[in-house]
T-cell receptor
Framework: DTAVSQTPKYLVTQMGNDKSIKCEQN?????MYWYKQDSKKFLKIMFS???????INETVPNRFSPKSPDKAHLNLHINSLELGDSAVYFC???????????FGNGTRLTVT | TQLLKQSPQFLSIQEGENLTVYCNSS?????LQWYRQEPGEGPVLLVT?????EVKKLKRLTFQFGDARKDSSLHITAAQPGDTGLYLC????????????FGQGTELSVKP
């Protein structure tokens, strides 16, 4: 029943590892996003896809690579993890690029 | 540079008190959204305001969009412990590719 679901909920890993976070939405939305929420709770957009096409790519290290196999899925792969990557990552979707967002429940990434 | 400034950042009050949270910018917006985020969950949309001067009510929550569409406020009457959470305003910045930019949030704690 969940509208936007992301896995895993928690991810603890060591520096230098590669990890992926998966996201799926069953709302039929055209646009999907990845946001990063830092320790001060500030939400910053990382990427946005519209119908599988990348439309927003913020100043994010190229160790972060989003992949959208279809418009219902947007995964985030992170290479060579660093301590500073520790944060909560949120997937979201919207009906179109101007509509309000529906968020997943986040993935708390801890890099040790 | 914070494009959307929220104040206060933290607010701790007793049950039954009233409070107001502000969201300000130097930019003019076509619309502005308010979200609430509870611990361990993603932000959830509360309301979208569109017209300058517009007032929307959601039970004990009153949202107002400034006449010039540069600012907004959220007023909670007779706050309850269930109102505890992070309140976020967000607006689309068309001169930045239509990205939805979030304020830094207001953490509200309502004590019984």
């Amino acid at each position: 029943d969940t509208a936007v679901s992301q896995t895993p909920k928690y991810l603890v890993t060591q520096m230098g590892n590669d990890k992926s976070i998966k996201c799926e939405q069953n709302l039929g939305h055209d646009t999907m996003y990845w946001y990063k929420q830092d320790s001060k709770k500030f939400l910053k957009i990382m990427f946005s896809y519209n119908n599988k096409e990348l439309i927003i790519n913020e100043t994010v290290p190229n160790r972060f690579s989003p992949k959208s196999p279809d418009k219902a899925h947007l995964n985030l792969h992170i290479n060579s993890l660093e301590l500073g990557d520790s944060a909560v990552y949120f997937c979201a979707s919207s009906q179109d690029r101007w509509a309000p967002l529906h968020f997943g429940n986040g993935t708390r990434l801890t890099v040790t | 540079t914070q494009l959307l400034k929220q104040s206060p950042q933290f607010l701790s009050i007793q049950e039954g008190e009233n409070l107001t949270v502000y969201c300000n910018s130097s930019s003019v917006f076509s619309s502005l959204q308010w979200y609430r985020q509870e611990p361990g969950e993603g932000p959830v949309l509360l309301v979208t305001v569109v017209t300058g001067g517009e007032v929307k009510k959601l039970k004990r929550l009153t949202f107002q969009f400034g006449d010039a569409r540069k600012d907004s406020s959220l007023h909670i009457t007779a706050a309850q412990p269930g109102d505890t959470g992070l309140y976020l305003c967000a607006a689309p910045f068309y001169n930045q590719g239509g990205k939805l930019i979030f304020g830094q949030g207001t953490e509200l704690s309502v004590k019984p």
